[in-house]
């Protein structure tokens, strides 16, 4: 299966995804997380590093409960930032449970 190349935008938004969950993971272990989404370690670190950009959506709400991220919230989060809104705030938004 050939893939369509992701635009800048989409890869923006892949890397804004991996942030977000790599600041709600905090200080617990991404084999601990990933374990409890049922991905491997590997999946996970690809997904925060930005490296997978796209992951399924089943693997983003799995890891979005496991962390106690509503999607709605994610979703919001993971829209193209305004210019005039520093990225560092939209993370500091992030809930850590």
Same mark, same amino acid.
């Given at each position: 299966?050939?893939?369509?190349?992701?635009?800048?935008?989409?890869?923006?938004?892949?890397?804004?995804?991996?942030?977000?969950?790599?600041?709600?993971?905090?200080?617990?272990?991404?084999?601990?997380? =990933? @374990?409890?989404?049922? *991905?491997?370690?590997?999946?996970?670190?690809?997904?925060?590093?930005?490296?997978? &950009?796209? !992951? /399924?959506?089943?693997?983003? =709400? @799995?890891?979005?409960? *496991?962390?106690?991220?509503?999607?709605?919230?994610?979703?919001?989060?993971?829209? &193209?930032? !305004? /210019?005039?809104?520093?990225? =560092? @705030?939209?993370?500091?938004?992030?809930?850590?449970?």
């Amino acid at each position: 299966m050939v893939r369509t190349p992701l635009t800048p935008e989409e890869r923006e938004r892949g890397e804004r995804l991996g942030r977000l969950l790599r600041t709600a993971r905090g200080g617990r272990s991404m084999t601990e997380i =990933a @374990a409890g989404a049922g *991905v491997s370690a590997e999946t996970l670190r690809k997904i925060e590093t930005g490296r997978a &950009p796209t !992951p /399924a959506f089943f693997t983003v =709400a @799995a890891l979005s409960r *496991v962390l106690g991220l509503s999607m709605d919230e994610l979703a919001e989060l993971c829209t &193209p930032v !305004p /210019a005039a809104i520093p990225e =560092a @705030a939209v993370l500091a938004s992030v809930k850590i449970a």
